[in-house]
T-cell receptor, first 111, second 112 residues
């Protein structure tokens, strides 16, 4: 059974601070996707990483895929209240078609 | 380009009843996946449809079934509803062979 462990589950920090969210697995993924989900809405895709060691930047958000394609991280620099939300990582395996999801990180940025 | 549309947005059913949820996929997408998301958890894969056939299934019982139509829209049917079926049901469309999914806003199902 493939699992994706996401940490921390909850994070509350002050505006301007930096933070990192981690997703780890013992399984290899063909891609690792990061989503953000607002209450009552579906997840919205932020980024997809597919190559081991790949780094992608989206404004103040930096996403990295581990060299072995088993783990990923999301780093937010100078967090702002607008970054508040639920962040989910999801891995897609070579052999199948389903997304394996982390449990999510609920992020609160206080002004 | 239209996104993924799900209907209804909210639904209350009684235990033992049957329910049908509907999804219109994003223009240009040919694959539809359904997920169940319990409160405070990540989504759980139910099944995926491609070319009107089930292309894979998660760990859900047979009373969860689906259809995909020629226009790539899809339905999720759940028979003999149980209280634990209460959840947000998400539909996601994608283009076969590409990465990333577009999700609808979901249907909030409450079973009482």
């Amino acid at each position: 059974t493939q699992l994706l462990e996401q940490s921390p589950q909850f994070l509350s920090i002050q505006e301007g601070e930096n933070l990192t969210v981690y997703c780890n697995s013992s399984s290899v993924f063909s891609s690792l996707q990061w989503y953000r989900q607002e209450p009552g809405e579906g997840p919205v895709l932020l980024v997809t990483v597919v190559t081991g060691g790949e780094v992608k930047k989206l404004k103040r958000l930096t996403f990295q895929f581990g060299d072995a394609r088993k783990d990923s991280s999301l780093h937010i620099t100078a967090a702002q209240p607008g970054d508040t939300g639920l962040y989910l990582c999801a891995g897609e395996a070579d052999s199948n078609y389903q997304l394996i999801w982390g449990a999510g990180t609920k992020l609160i940025i206080k002004p | 380009e239209t996104g993924v549309t799900q209907s209804p947005t909210h639904l209350i059913k009684t235990r033992g009843q049957q329910v049908t949820l509907r999804c219109s996929s994003q223009s240009g997408h040919n694959t539809v996946s359904w997920y169940q998301q319990a409160l405070g958890q990540g989504p759980q894969f139910i099944f995926q449809y491609y070319r009107e056939e089930e292309n894979g299934r998660g760990n859900f019982p047979p009373r969860f079934s689906g259809l995909q139509f020629p226009n790539y829209s899809s339905e999720l049917n759940v028979n003999a509803l149980e209280l634990d079926d209460s959840a947000l049901y998400l539909c996601a469309s994608s283009l076969a062979g590409s990465y990333g999914y577009t999700f609808g806003s979901g249907t909030r199902l409450t079973v009482v």
